[in-house]
Structures are given as C-alpha cells and as structure tokens.
C-alpha cells in the first residue's frame, strides 16, 4: 500500500517569498515517482515537478524545486518568488506498484492551499 | 494537441439513473485513471487501468464500472446514481516509463439529485 501525508490544509505567504509545502509519503516499492500538481480555482490539473526515487540530484523546475529526502521519506514542493498567480491547491502524488503488482497507481495526497499576499 | 477530453463537461442526473463519463486519449499511454474530487478536498482513485483490457480497483469503486476495449478510450459507468457520488470526475493517463507525469481532462462536474 502507499500513502501520502500533506499536513498543512492551508499556507499564507507575501508576494517575493519563498515558501514551503510539504509532503511525506509511505511506500514499500523500491521504486517510484514523486509529483506535485496545481490546481487553480479553475479546476484544471497543471503537472509542476517530477522526482524519481533514484534521482541523486533535487528535481528543479523555474521557480519550483522539490527537496526530496529519501531517508525520511518526504519531498516538499518549494516554491521561491511567490507571485499571485502562485495562489492554487497543491497536491503532492506518487506513483507505486499497483495491487495486482502489474501496474502503477497514482496516488494523491488531500493537498494544500495557498494564498499568496501583497 | 487534444490530449484528455472527457465528455461531458457538466451534468444533472436523477437519483437512480445511470451515465456513463466519456475520456478519450490520444498520447497513446498505456496507464489511464478516473478520479473523483469533492469538494475541497483531495483526488480519490476510483479505477485505473495498465492496458487494453486491464483494469483494476482504486480506492473507492463501489457504484462504478469502467471498461478499456482499446488504448485510447477508457469510460465510466455509474449505475444507480446516488447523491453520494456529487463530484468533479478527472480522468488521466501517463506513458508506462520515465518521466511519467499524468495529463489531466478538464473534468466532468456531476451533480445527483
């Protein structure tokens, strides 16, 4: 089975910060993935950062960076330079080995929401 | 690119009817899902499915069915309609390796009543 843990429902930060959400995770595979999504107060699911489990080096992408520890199973989404446009839901993913052991399921965690301020 | 459409965008159905929600993909991935999301709150696994053919059970199947006769198509089916199942529906797809982030539809907003 695998599990993800976001623990924060609700995160406030100034415009031009940087800011952290965070996310840990339970899995038994030796191997998977780790994402994180935005969704605006549109509905529509935007993909933002990918890190596999044996990725030596954190996953970065523009403004987002994952600092992913491996030992202590989290991967937390860092987002540097809050613009507004950063205001959304964020939820951290992670794909295993599926029950039938064939496949992959994707698995979400209850996400967070950010509000960026002037 | 058309890349996840599901049909359709919004619906009302009675308590006991039935519906089927439409996702077509066209990226040729092996790995499609449906998820269901009430409101402010998290996605929920419903089916998912590896190939043509395979499907399996995700964290909340109970009143759905899904079939995948080919790559592209993957449907579910709500039989009995309950207010319970009051949600956005997303379907998604990814490849089978690598950098396998899923691609999103837009999203199905179904309201029983």
């Known amino acids: 089975a695998q599990k993800i843990t976001q623990t924060q429902p609700g995160m406030f930060v100034q415009e031009k910060e940087a800011v952290t959400l965070d996310c840990t995770y339970d899995t038994s595979d030796q191997s998977y993935g780790l994402f994180w999504y935005k969704q605006p107060s549109s509905g529509e699911m935007i993909f933002l950062i990918y890190q596999g489990s044996y990725d030596e080096q954190n996953a970065t992408e523009g403004r987002y960076s994952l600092n992913f520890q491996k030992a202590r199973k989290s991967a937390n989404l860092v987002i540097s330079a809050s613009q507004l446009g950063d205001s959304a839901m964020y939820f951290c993913?992670?794909?295993?080995?599926?029950?039938?052991?064939?496949?992959?399921?994707?698995?979400f965690g209850t996400g967070t929401q950010l509000k960026v301020e002037l | 690119n058309a890349g996840v459409t599901q049909t359709p965008k919004f619906r009302i159905l009675k308590i006991g009817q039935s519906m089927t929600l439409q996702c077509t993909q066209d990226m040729n991935h092996n790995y499609m899902y449906w998820y269901r999301q009430d409101p402010g709150m998290g996605l929920k696994l419903i089916y998912y499915?590896?190939?043509?053919?395979?499907?399996d059970k995700g964290e909340v199947p109970n009143g759905y069915n899904v079939s995948r006769s080919t790559t592209e198509d993957f449907p579910l089916r709500l039989e009995l309609a309950a207010p319970s199942q009051t949600s956005v529906y997303f379907c998604a797809s990814s490849p089978t390796s690598g950098r396998d982030e899923a691609f999103f539809g837009q999203g199905t907003r179904l309201t029983v009543v």
């Open positions: 499915s590896v190939g043509a053919g395979i499907t």
């Open positions: 993913a992670m794909r295993g080995k599926g029950l039938t052991g064939g496949g992959n399921k994707l698995t």
